[in-house]
C-alpha cells in the first residue's frame, strides 16, 4: 500500500521561505518520479514541480521557477520542496505524489497516488 506523507507546511511572510517534505512508502521509491502539486481555494490542482527518480533531472511550472526548488533523498525515501520568495498567491494546500509506474519519462509524469497536504498560507 502506497503511503505519502507531507510536512512543513505553515505559516510565513512574504518574502519568506519553507521547505516541505514528503515520506513515501509502499513503493520502490528511487524507481519512481515524484512531483509536487498545490491547490489554491477555490481554484484547480496545479503542478509545480517533478523530479526524476535519479533526481537527475527536473522541471518546474513558470509560477514558481526561480523560487521552488525540488530535490530527493533516495536513502530516505524523500522528495522535499523548498520554497523561496513566497508570494501571498503561493497559499493553498500542497501535496506530493509518486508516478503511476516506474522508470517513466518525467515529461509524462502522471500521478497514481497523492499525499493528503499540508497547507501553506503567505500573509502580506
Known amino acids: 500500500q502506497v503511503q505519502l506523507v507531507e510536512s512543513g507546511g505553515g505559516l510565513v511572510q512574504a518574502g519568506g521561505s519553507l521547505r516541505l517534505s514528503c515520506v513515501a512508502s509502499?513503493?520502490?521509491?528511487?524507481?519512481?518520479?515524484m512531483g509536487w502539486f498545490r491547490q489554491a481555494p477555490g481554484k484547480e490542482r496545479e503542478f509545480l514541480a517533478g523530479?526524476?527518480?535519479?533526481?537527475?533531472?527536473?522541471r518546474y511550472a513558470d509560477s514558481v521557477k526561480g523560487r521552488f526548488t525540488i530535490s530527493r533523498d533516495n536513502a530516505k525515501n524523500t522528495v522535499f520542496l523548498q520554497m523561496n520568495s513566497l508570494k501571498p498567491e503561493d497559499t493553498g494546500v500542497y501535496s506530493c505524489?509518486?508516478?503511476?509506474?516506474?522508470?517513466?519519462?518525467?515529461?509524462?509524469?502522471?500521478?497514481?497516488?497523492w499525499g493528503q497536504g499540508t497547507q501553506v498560507t503567505v500573509s502580506s
Open positions: 509502499g513503493r520502490n521509491f528511487r524507481a519512481y518520479c
Open positions: 523530479i526524476s527518480a535519479s533526481g537527475g533531472r527536473t
Open positions: 505524489a509518486i508516478d503511476q509506474a516506474p522508470y517513466r519519462a518525467l515529461e509524462d509524469l502522471n500521478p497514481a497516488y
